[in-house]
């Protein structure tokens, strides 16, 4: 049984708690946040782009930490899963990996690579297991889409687009997301999940060419971004965002064509994952019927209890997805690709 504690209880940390309530395996057995009223009994729920559980966290059966160092201290533990604000994501896993323990991190990895590169060097010395949840790549429509493109039933690839847009996030504690210094902003922190399943499947674009719009701030902050990402082979496009108006809804899709088939995906329809034959044939693939946080996680606690180290997402391809994005941030501000 793994003995589990959950750090940060914003809407992230209260979709993976609903998450470890419900695994086989696991005991999730305390949790952490600074905030006092996230740690009582009873807490109520946040919801975020993608809605959520209206029901109250019953916290009372557990351990409740307002710090993370107490809680680290108190010892008990095999794992944390560290759903903390981005720029905290460095510090906080160095100092649980160096305490022992297995370290689930939400992403983005964090702000830049060096961080990203001081987490990985904690994680070898110290001979634990660090886990980045780059949860897209576990959601069951783009799992489908990784394994067709793989096995080369969609034929050549032609083109890949990828959508993800949403109404400003409102839910952060002291809106800490909106602050670029914080979060790194739209781009890292919303644009990175296309950013992440696009590399997991086609590898590391060679050049990114990218334009960025800042629909309600001055200077380098980015909330709207289109990317093109410059493979020798295909066209490939990702737009993200989060400065469309309250009341949009959250957004995401995708459009990969080969020339054997197009593969569609749009959250919301139905049947949401759609497969267009050229011969004009339809089939609606059969996907998975649990999110990408339930599938993550399972994968991830697989790992820790069989000793191998993840291969899905390790951490220096999550590393990576935080250069690509550094990358795009520079081409955005200097109107030029730039070569990775």
């Known amino acids: ?17 609903r998450v470890h309530r419900e695994a086989s395996g696991v005991d999730l057995v305390a949790v952490c946040d600074k905030l006092p009223e996230r740690v009582a009994e009873q807490v109520p729920s946040l919801a975020g782009n993608l809605g959520g559980d209206p029901t109250p966290l019953d916290l009372s059966a557990l351990a409740r930490f307002t710090s993370f160092e107490e ?37 983005p990895m964090a702000l830049s690579v060096p961080e ?35 096995r080369g039933a969609l034929g050549r690839i032609v083109s890949a687009k990828f959508t993800r847009l949403s109404a400003t996030p409102v839910w952060s ?8 210094a914080l979060s790194g902003g739209a781009l890292l922190d919303l644009h990175i999940h296309d950013v992440d399943f696009i590399a997991s499947v086609f590898g590391t674009p060679p050049a990114v060419f990218s334009r960025a719009a800042n629909a309600f701030t001055v200077g380098p902050k980015v909330n709207h971004v289109l990317t093109q990402y410059l493979y020798d082979d295909f066209l490939c496009v990702a737009e993200a965002g989060w400065a469309m108006p309250t009341g949009f809804p959250f957004t995401m899709a995708f459009q990969i064509l080969g020339d054997q088939g197009l593969l569609d995906f749009a959250l919301g329809r139905d049947p949401a994952l759609i497969l267009y034959r050229p011969d ?34 390790t951490p220096e391809s999550a590393r990576e997805s935080v250069r690509i994005c550094a990358a795009e941030f520079e081409s955005a501000q200097t109107g030029k690709p730039v070569a990775l």
């Open 1 to 17: 049984m793994i003995r589990l504690a959950l750090v940060g209880l914003g809407f992230i940390g209260q979709a993976h708690f």
């Open 280 to 313: 004009g044939e339809q089939t609606v693939p059969p996907i998975a019927s649990e999110t990408g946080y339930v599938r993550e996680m399972a994968y991830f606690f697989q790992c820790i209890n069989s000793g191998c180290a993840p291969l899905r997402v």
């Open 71 to 107: 809680l680290l201290a108190a010892g008990g533990l095999d794992c944390v899963d560290l759903c903390t604000p981005t720029f905290l994501h460095a510090d906080m896993a160095v100092q649980a990996l160096e305490a022992g323990l297995h370290v689930i991190c939400e992403k």
């Open 173 to 180: 504690e002291s809106n800490w997301i909106l602050d670029p």
């Open 116 to 150: 990203c590169q001081r987490m990985i060097d904690a994680a070898r010395a110290n001979d634990r297991f660090l886990f980045i949840a780059q949860c897209i790549r576990f959601w069951p429509a783009y799992e489908v889409a990784a394994d067709l493109v793989a």
